[in-house]
């Protein structure tokens, strides 16, 4: 009943926040100005992800005064340092250098709080392992505001991936990442009722690059909190997040391939090919959720029912990331 009302307060606080907050930028004209590479039409207001990061640092502040030993001054540091330099860059468009020094600089606090990846199944990663997280946590911040280029679609991921690790947290009877990943889950449900298409506000580099940080330095923090083998939770990390990782891993890739500049904005990802293919932002959003929340059930049933991540999780993620590539080359076919 407790974890009900905290949640339905961060909900409640989280959708009135974003509200007030539209309507503050609104005044103040800090619209998105649609271009060429643009998804959207019109002038729309964006930063609004900083309502959910406002909301988010608090509860975990809150949530470490009833959990001290919990407490990590590395992810509070560098959500800090992320959130700043990512809202300046939504207000100044700052120079890509800074912002990715500023996510190596996050990288580094995170992993000499918590520590870093020192095994992965039965491999020992050594000094490997801090040079492999480190690239895991700013790879994901970048994903994570790539991805955010269509109405509702990094919300909506963030509600599913932060329900996968309250449940993760239950299971293993973590209760500061159940009640945190609880808030990161209702705060960005808040925004997604003012981000579903057509959006009445975006959550700009702030709110994206926030949640890709949280979401890839959680697993760190779960690891540390239980006696569970850091592996599992490393891979959960991947999964709950997985279409997003996927995207933007086979994007960089085949960008790379063309021998194209993969620092200039481009239309490229999979789920921007879909709206131009002519589908709309809902419809490709419900079907990144829908495949993201059938995964994440597949990787819960996975730890409950077989004790470990084995191949029903393996065999769905294959079974799903194939059927989203079959979508696009249906639509895609389906426009020529």
Not at 116 to 121: C, E, G, K, R, V
Not at 181 to 186: E, N, S, Y
């Amino acid at each position: 009943m407790t974890s009900g009302l905290i949640f339905l307060a961060s909900f409640a606080i989280s959708y009135l926040g974003v509200e007030y907050f539209r309507r503050w930028v609104v005044k103040r004209q800090l619209l998105d100005i649609p271009n060429e590479r643009s998804s959207h039409v019109t002038p729309t207001p964006r930063g609004g992800g900083v309502v959910i990061v406002a909301v988010c640092i608090t509860a975990y502040l809150t949530i470490c005064y009833f959990y001290p030993a919990s407490f990590s001054w590395g992810y509070i540091a560098g959500a800090v340092l992320i959130a700043v330099v990512s809202w300046l860059d939504d207000l100044y468009s700052i120079w890509f250098v800074w912002r990715f020094l500023a996510h190596a600089v996050a990288a580094i606090l995170v992993i000499a709080d918590v520590g870093y990846w020192q095994t992965l199944f039965p491999i020992e990663l050594g000094a490997f392992g801090a040079v492999a997280t480190g690239v895991w946590i700013v790879w994901l911040v970048n994903a994570y505001n790539f991805m955010d280029g269509i109405d509702g679609i990094a919300a909506s991921q963030a509600v599913v991936a932060a329900t996968g690790w309250m449940m993760l947290g239950s299971i293993f009877d973590i209760p500061p990442i159940f009640y945190f990943a609880g808030i990161v889950a209702a705060s960005s449900l808040a925004f997604l009722l003012h981000n579903w298409q057509p959006a009445k506000i975006f959550m700009g580099d702030i709110g994206s690059a926030f949640l890709g940080f949280t979401f890839a330095t959680l697993p760190l923090i779960a690891a540390k909190e239980t006696n569970e083998s850091q592996w599992l939770f490393a891979v959960a990390a991947v999964l709950f997040v997985w279409f997003f990782f996927f995207d933007t891993v086979v994007t960089f890739f085949a960008r790379l391939v063309r021998r194209e500049n993969v620092f200039n904005a481009h239309r490229e990802h999979i789920y921007q090919k879909l709206v131009i293919s002519g589908l709309s932002h809902a419809r490709v959003t419900l079907i990144y959720s829908l495949l993201a929340i059938t995964l994440c059930i597949a990787t819960l049933f996975s730890i409950i029912f077989l004790e470990g991540l084995g191949m029903a999780a393996i065999g769905a993620t294959v079974v799903l990331t194939t059927i989203l590539i079959a979508i696009l080359a249906i639509q895609r076919k389906a426009v020529k």
